[in-house]
């Protein structure tokens, strides 16, 4: 990764907004920041989507904490963490399929018994790789909390392969999920594989949060996994309008965040968050008084 | 209405086993196209499952099911399904015209683009279906947040909107209050009628529906029996389906009462207690 943080820019906004934005994609860092913040705001808001309709917000939670150990190990044994994000968060969407299969379980408190296991193992795994690998503490905090302005082309590159790949399964299967999630006997009924929908759709889940965790860190993913898609979904029951909603939402907040990092170094999941959270405040006050 | 000359369902010495259990055996059924028939029985009897098995999902342990002219499940396109409710929670942020709209092609693959003549076509059906339920008011509305007895009428549409050639429908009038049992139970009758399409109703309470019903298929101590309404519900023929004293009771507003049986409570307090799901 290139050692280079906002803070040795060292810009200063102007109020010149056409300068302000010339001065900061001089910088390859921010250019690759802004590249790798839309890919990823773009592909969460689509699949946050499904996943609030689905409430499946806390496998989603639990697939962005696996990209902590995800990262740690692939520290720990020298390969690149864009591997170790998408195997672990993969490797726990596949953990939590075959574990809450209905046959094994019922109900949805047993599912998030599952998930909460799964999650408590992954953060454990991730604190134990980072202590084996001695002085981590910097990259420790990126895993946990996101550092955008470190992003290289290749990774931007493998961003966005992973994500048109991802809505391009979507795109395919996409009716069928919306039917499956609010609808699954009927759906059943109708020969769709509700079943093998739910499996498909954790993966891409996984995929999605692996993701997001390289911009916004492990923890804050639900920045823009959750947030874009819970005000799209407040604002509007149409199911494209939503969608559509949710990316434009995620877009501005990363834009917004990615920007306020730049010019106040203040870190950029922090930044990315609160742009987001501001947007759900605002839409819960909204919606309070309509 | 023009009659298909099959009979729209006929289940020849059909059995389902659940587990280990026999649930129900030797059923013999024959609904002719165009009919409202009734399945009724006490919990746990297998009522939903019948319409499983009619729909396939469910296999036959023994006996034969022939929907439509076909083996059971393979003309499920011409089925329209209404399972057992299944109310939506009050956050679901989904519009009730696309709860609608799924029954015509949500298991489609791929998306539909929103400005293309088939898009058009299928918005004008469901529209129209809608129509036909009475929905037009509230369909816009998420469907979390209007009435029960609202609810069901999209379903229904959402069941009708490919224009099925049988109907069926699991305890529809279930947690609706005595108007809106009525007025539901009136729109499938109306539905069935206007259409000829034939309607196969689970129903735990006969009376709101009693006056429309062509047929009703008593399930209970592991067999059936079938016939009209004034055949089936007396003492005798449930007397004999129970191997046990069973009394028909006619109030004098003339609603149909059972008393007696290990199962069949006067009253339906019990209704909830644990009818198996397969």
């Known amino acids: ?290 | 209405m023009a009659p298909v000359p099959e009979p729209a369902i006929q289940l020849r010495d059909a059995a389902v086993r659940v587990g280990d259990r026999v649930l129900w055996h030797d059923v013999n059924v024959e609904v002719p196209a165009g009919q409202f028939v009734a399945i009724l029985g006490p919990n746990g009897v297998g009522k939903s499952t019948l319409l499983k098995a009619v729909l396939g999902l469910v296999p036959l342990a023994a006996g034969e099911a022939i929907v439509l002219g076909q083996p059971a499940g393979a003309a499920n396109h011409d089925v329209g399904y209404l399972p057992q409710r299944r109310s939506f929670e009050p956050s679901l942020r989904v519009r009730g015209i696309d709860i609608v709209r799924l029954g015509l092609d949500g298991d489609r693959f791929g998306l539909s683009l929103p400005w293309s003549t088939k898009n058009r076509e299928a918005g004008r059906r469901v529209r129209e279906v809608i129509a036909r339920v009475d929905a037009t008011a509230f369909a816009a509305r998420p469907i979390g947040e209007v009435s029960g007895g609202e609810q069901q009428r999209l379903l229904i549409a959402q069941a009708l909107v490919r224009e099925p050639r049988l109907l069926m429908l699991d305890e529809p009038l279930d947690s609706l209050d005595l108007p809106n049992q009525s007025a539901i139970a009136e729109l499938i009758r109306r539905v069935s009628v206007d259409s000829g399409v034939t309607v196969l109703m689970v129903a735990h309470d006969v009376n709101p529906i009693l006056p429309y019903l062509d047929q009703v298929i008593y399930l209970a101590g592991g067999g059936a029996v079938c016939g009209t309404p004034a055949e089936v519900i007396t003492s005798e023929t449930l007397t004999a389906l129970y191997h046990t004293p069973i009394e028909v009771l006619r109030t004098s507003d003339g609603r149909l009462v059972v008393v007696g049986g290990p199962e069949a409570p006067a009253h339906h307090a019990d209704r909830h207690t644990g009818e198996p799901r397969r």
């Not at chain 1, 809450?100 to 991730?126: D, H, K, M, W, Y």
């Not at chain 1, 009927?186 to 079943?195: H, I, M, N, Q």
């Open chain 1, 1 to 290: 990764m290139m050692p280079v943080t906002a803070g040795s820019a060292n810009p200063s906004w102007s109020w010149n907004l056409a300068a302000d934005i010339r001065d900061m994609f001089s910088y390859p860092f921010m250019v690759n920041a802004f590249r790798a913040g839309t890919i990823v705001a773009i592909l969460a808001a689509v699949v946050g989507w499904y996943m609030v309709l689905r409430k499946q917000t806390f496998a989603g939670h639990t697939l962005s904490v696996a990209a902590f150990p995800g990262a740690a190990a692939a520290t720990l044994i020298g390969i690149s963490a864009t591997i170790g994000y998408f195997g672990f968060c993969l490797a726990a969407a596949a953990v939590i399929a075959v574990a809450s299969r209905p046959e094994r379980l019922r109900g949805f408190s047993a599912e998030s018994a599952v998930v909460g296991t799964v999650q408590a193992f992954v953060l454990a795994s991730g604190y134990l790789f980072a202590t084996l690998y001695n002085g981590v503490l910097s990259g420790l905090n990126d895993q946990l909390f996101g550092f955008t302005f470190g992003i290289t082309n290749d990774q931007v590159v493998t961003l966005g392969v992973v994500a048109l790949a991802v809505l391009a399964v979507l795109a395919v299967i996409g009716r069928r999920l919306f039917f499956a999630s609010i609808d699954g006997d009927v759906a059943g009924a109708r020969g769709v594989g509700v079943r093998l929908l739910g499996v498909t759709f954790l993966l891409v889940l996984g995929a999605a949060a692996a993701e997001a965790s390289q911009i916004t860190g492990a923890l804050l993913v639900f920045a823009l996994l959750v947030m874009p898609a819970a005000i799209a979904q407040r604002m509007t029951a149409r199911p494209l309008a939503g969608i559509a909603l949710a990316v434009v939402i995620g877009v501005v907040a990363s834009w917004a965040g990615l920007t306020m990092a730049y010019y106040t170094s203040y870190p950029s999941g922090f930044c990315i968050t609160s742009f987001a959270f501001a947007g759900f405040i605002a839409v819960r006050r909204f919606g309070a008084s309509a």
